[in-house]
C-alpha cells in the first residue's frame, strides 16, 4: 500500500508537470530550453519519472491498479515534449509552438493530469 509520502509524491507530479508544461511554452517563446531534447524525451529524468521507476507495485494492491497505464502515459508525455524540444534545438520555434498546441499534445497533457488525479485519490482510497 501507498504511504501519505507517496501521495505527496503524485500531487508534486501533478503539479510539477503542469507548471513544466507552461514552461515548455515560455521556451518556445524565447528558443531556449531548460535541458537537451534528449533529457526531455526521457521518462526518468524528472523527480516523478524517477520515483515511478523505482516503485515495484504489488499485482493485488489496489492502489496500484492504474501503474501501468500512468506509467505509459508519463513515457508518452516526454517523447512528446522531446519532439517538441527538439524543434526548438533546431531553431524551429514555428514547429514547436505546432506541437505545443496540437489537439493531441494537448489531449495527452489533459489526460495525464486527469489520471494522476485519479490515482491520487485511488491511494487515499485504499491506503
Known amino acids: 500500500m501507498l504511504k501519505n509520502e507517496q501521495d ?4 508534486d ?13 515560455e521556451c518556445i517563446d524565447s528558443g ?4 537537451t531534447s534528449h533529457d526531455i524525451s526521457c521518462d526518468d529524468q524528472c523527480a516523478f519519472g524517477k520515483w515511478l521507476a523505482g516503485l515495484s507495485p504489488a499485482a ?8 501501468t ?4 502515459m508519463h513515457t508518452r508525455f516526454h517523447a512528446e515534449a522531446g519532439k517538441i524540444a527538439a524543434h526548438v534545438e533546431n ?20 489526460s495525464l493530469i486527469i489520471n494522476l488525479n485519479d490515482w491520487r485519490e485511488d491511494f487515499r482510497r485504499f491506503t
Open 60 to 67: 493485488h494492491d489496489p492502489a496500484m491498479k492504474k501503474f
Open 69 to 72: 497505464t500512468i506509467k505509459t
Open 91 to 110: 531553431g524551429d520555434r514555428a514547429a514547436a509552438r505546432q506541437g505545443y498546441e496540437a489537439p493531441h499534445f494537448k489531449r495527452m497533457t489533459n
Open 13 to 25: 507530479a501533478i503539479c510539477a508537470h503542469a507548471d513544466w508544461t507552461r514552461k515548455l511554452s
Open 8 to 11: 505527496t509524491q503524485v500531487r
Open 32 to 35: 531556449q530550453l531548460e535541458k
